[in-house]
C-alpha cells in the first residue's frame, strides 16, 4: 500500500495550465499503475488519466485528450497532470489513484479497479 497527497491544484482563468503532483510514499510505487480521477459537485467521480507502471501506456478520458498530460517520475515516487486549455467545466476535486499492477503496460480506466487514493486537491477554473 502507498500513501498518495496531492498537490498543485488552485485557481486559474480559463485557458490557463495547472500541474498536478501526486506524491506517493513507500517502496511499491514501482509497481503501481496510477491515475487521476475528478469529482463536481453534485456529480460522478469521472476519470481523467491513467498511466501504466512501466509509463509507456497512458489513457485519457475524452474531453481530457490534447488538453491533459499524465507522466511519471519514479524516481521521485511521483505522478504529474500536466493540464492546458483549462475550461470552467474542468472544476473539480482531482484525485491520485493507485493499485499494484502485475502487467507492467496496462492500465485500468475504472475508479473502482484503485484501492489506493488521496484525499483530492481542488481546482477552479473562472471564465
Known amino acids: 500500500q502507498v500513501q498518495l497527497v496531492e498537490s498543485g491544484g488552485g485557481l486559474v482563468q480559463a485557458g490557463g495550465s495547472l500541474r498536478l503532483s501526486c506524491a506517493a510514499s513507500?517502496?511499491?510505487?514501482?509497481?503501481?499503475?496510477m491515475g487521476w480521477f475528478r469529482q463536481a459537485p453534485g456529480q460522478e467521480r469521472e476519470f481523467v488519466a491513467t498511466?501504466?507502471?512501466?509509463?509507456?501506456?497512458?489513457a485519457y478520458g475524452d474531453s481530457m485528450k490534447g488538453r491533459f498530460t499524465i507522466s511519471r517520475d519514479t524516481a521521485n515516487n511521483t505522478v504529474y497532470l500536466q493540464m492546458n486549455s483549462l475550461v470552467p467545466e474542468d472544476t473539480a476535486v482531482y484525485y491520485c489513484?493507485?493499485?499494484?499492477?502485475?502487467?507492467?503496460?496496462?492500465?485500468?480506466?475504472?475508479?473502482?479497479?484503485?484501492?489506493?487514493w488521496g484525499r483530492g486537491t481542488q481546482v477552479t477554473v473562472s471564465s
Open positions: 489513484a493507485g493499485r499494484t499492477m502485475q502487467l507492467a503496460s496496462f492500465v485500468y480506466t475504472n475508479s473502482d479497479s484503485y484501492g489506493d
Open positions: 498511466i501504466s507502471r512501466s509509463g509507456t501506456n497512458t
Open positions: 513507500g517502496r511499491t510505487f514501482r509497481s503501481y499503475g
